[in-house]
DNA sequence: GTAGAAGTCTACATGAAATATAGATAAAAA
DNA sequence: TTTTTATCTATATTTCATGTAGACTTCTAC
């Protein structure tokens, strides 16, 4: 399961790729359009901006920005954001070198071989899909069930 | 990352599939075996029972058992048992039908449809991959390593 | 039929992590 | 220099994972 953290990064991040118009936004504006607690998506978009991936201007008319295109933003980079990695067991981390505390031989361990697999086919899918790619399925969906309420009616 | 409980499960099921000329397993033997501590391994193996992978005889002579062949117990099978689910977000929950506390609308949410993506692909490893398959990749990987050692000297 | 071996159950302890909140501070613009 | 806005530090709260203790039940062998 991805954190809070994760998803209300997303989310933050969608909003204002989204929105048309404006490239500078307050973080008030952001929580309150997407049901975030403010001060929790102060350190969320904090964090963002710590990985590059949002820049900021402080004082008036100032707020927060995209750093780099949505079409330049992957899941997998806003993730790792938050989830440091996306490993499934600590000794395939990317960021570290480290073991599993409780393995007895990392060379030959079965759970390590298999989740190396599970690792790469979810890094291979969240470094391939962008903040762009995330809401054109997004619109794509919502068109589908416009027409189909169209229909109905 | 998956758990403990997770990891600890794998093991004692690798340690019992390993184990030639033996098949019914003392808690205490597969604890001290596998570096686990005996009274967690208890409820590790009790849920293991619950969920129809592991059957258990009391009294003298009693222990765990496989309740299947190794090739007929999948990893996928094992780790739901405790993780409950192998969904990354809650709004994909295999065995629940709910939605994520915070979303506003999950038909379009684009968070739900990249993690879906993700869902299926880490349920197709993990549903091929037997118990059988893991024991031999590890053994595949030790046979590599002792090859290795026995060149250099 | 009873003694002891083994799994089963209930309850709780503990610590860490996730999820927030409060309030002070720093920077920028007008 | 006042206002606006982000930033930092500290702390509260809750939940969950991990693990422990001890009583209880069931079974087998003798």
Same mark, same amino acid.
């Given at each position: 399961m991805i954190s809070m953290r994760s998803k209300y990064g997303l989310k933050a991040l969608a909003y204002m790729a989204r929105t =048309? #118009? =404006?490239d500078s936004f307050l973080i008030a504006d952001i929580a309150q359009a997407e049901g975030i607690p403010k001060k929790f998506l102060e350190a969320i978009l904090l964090t963002l901006k710590n990985n590059g991936i949002l820049s900021s201007r402080k004082g008036p008319g100032g707020g927060y920005s995209l750093a780099k295109s949505p079409a330049a933003l992957t899941i997998g980079a806003i993730v790792r954001s938050f989830? #440091?990695?996306?490993?499934?067991?600590?000794?395939?981390?990317e960021t570290q070198q480290s073991s599993c505390?409780?393995?007895?031989?990392?060379?030959?361990c079965g759970i390590k071989l298999v989740m190396a697999d599970v690792a790469s086919a979810v890094a291979a899918i969240l470094d391939n899909v962008t903040l762009a790619d995330m809401l054109q399925k997004s619109e794509f969906e919502r068109q589908k069930r416009t027409q189909v309420v169209d229909f109905a009616i």
């Open positions: =048309k #118009g =404006k989830e #440091g990695d996306l490993a499934p067991v600590q000794c395939l981390s505390p409780e393995c007895l031989d990392e060379n030959t």
